[in-house]
C-alpha cells in the first residue's frame, strides 16, 4: 500500500536550525498533498497542503516545496523549535480520496 | 467545534471477544475516514464514507472487521472475533470534502 516515501525516519535539528522532510511519490494522479504533524498519544494534525498548480505554499515558519517533475515534494520547518518536536508525515491522494502516507519522520529539535 | 470525536479512547480485551469503536465526525463533513496506526505497517486507511455510504472498504483486513455509518454524525468499526495483531491505534477522520481530513485522537486497541 506504500505509494509514498520519506525520508529521513527521523531528524535531530538545533534550535533555530532548518528541519527538512523529504517525500517522494508514484502515483500520477496524486494531486494533494499535505503534511501532518502528530505528538505522542494524539491523532495526527494537518499543518499545510500543496497543490501540484504550485511549486511553494509557507505558511508562517512552515514551507511546502514542490517539484512536480520529480514527484517529489518536501516540507522545510524554519527557525525550529523544541514545539516542533513530533512525528510529521507526508501524504498524497487523488481524486478518489484515498490517502496514502508516508511512514513518518521523528523530529527532535534540542533547545 | 469540538472536532472529531472517539469513544472510548483505550480498550483492552481478550483475544476472541467483540469489540466495537466508535466514532462522531464533525458537523457537515460529508467524508468520514477510518484508519489504523501499528509501527510496522504506518497508517493505514481501512474503510470511507461519503454521506454516510461505504465508498471504499479493500483496507479492511478481512471479515472480521466491519464498518458502519448509520447516520452524518455516528459511525462504528467492529472487530469480532478480535485477535492480538489487531492491536493498533484506531482512528477516525473526517472531511468536508474529501481531502483535508481532520482526525480524533484515537482509540488505543490491546487484544491480548
Known amino acids: 500500500q506504500q505509494q509514498v516515501k520519506q525520508s529521513p525516519q527521523s531528524l535531530i535539528v538545533q534550535k533555530g536550525g532548518i528541519s527538512i522532510i523529504n517525500c517522494a511519490y508514484e502515483?500520477?494522479?496524486?494531486?494533494?498533498f499535505p503534511w501532518y504533524q502528530q505528538f505522542p498519544g494524539k491523532g495526527p494534525a494537518l499543518l499545510i497542503a500543496?497543490?501540484?498548480?504550485?511549486s511553494e505554499k509557507k505558511e508562517g515558519r512552515f514551507t511546502i516545496s514542490f517539484n512536480k517533475s520529480a514527484k517529489q515534494f518536501s516540507l522545510h520547518i524554519m527557525d525550529s523549535q523544541p514545539g516542533d518536536s513530533a512525528t510529521y508525515f507526508c501524504?498524497?491522494?487523488?481524486?478518489?480520496?484515498?490517502?496514502?502516507f508516508g511512514a513518518g519522520t521523528r523530529l527532535t529539535v534540542k533547545p | 467545534d469540538a472536532g472529531v470525536i472517539q469513544s472510548p479512547r483505550h480498550e483492552v480485551t481478550e483475544m476472541g471477544q467483540e469489540v466495537t469503536l466508535r466514532c462522531k465526525p464533525i458537523s457537515g463533513h460529508d467524508y468520514l475516514f477510518w484508519y489504523r496506526q501499528t509501527m510496522m505497517r504506518g497508517l493505514e486507511l481501512l474503510i470511507y464514507?461519503?454521506?454516510?455510504?461505504?465508498?471504499?472498504d479493500s483496507g479492511m483486513p478481512e471479515d472480521r472487521f466491519s464498518a458502519k455509518m448509520p447516520n452524518a454524525s455516528f459511525s462504528t468499526l467492529k472487530i469480532q472475533p478480535s485477535e492480538p495483531r489487531d492491536s493498533a491505534v484506531y482512528f477516525c477522520a473526517s472531511s468536508l470534502l474529501g481531502f483535508e481530513q481532520y482526525f480524533g485522537p484515537g482509540t488505543r486497541l490491546t487484544v491480548t
Open positions: 501524504a498524497a491522494s487523488g481524486g478518489n480520496n484515498d490517502m496514502r
Open positions: 464514507f461519503n454521506n454516510n455510504v461505504p465508498i471504499d
Open positions: 502515483n500520477t494522479a496524486f494531486d494533494y
Open positions: 500543496i497543490r501540484p498548480d504550485v
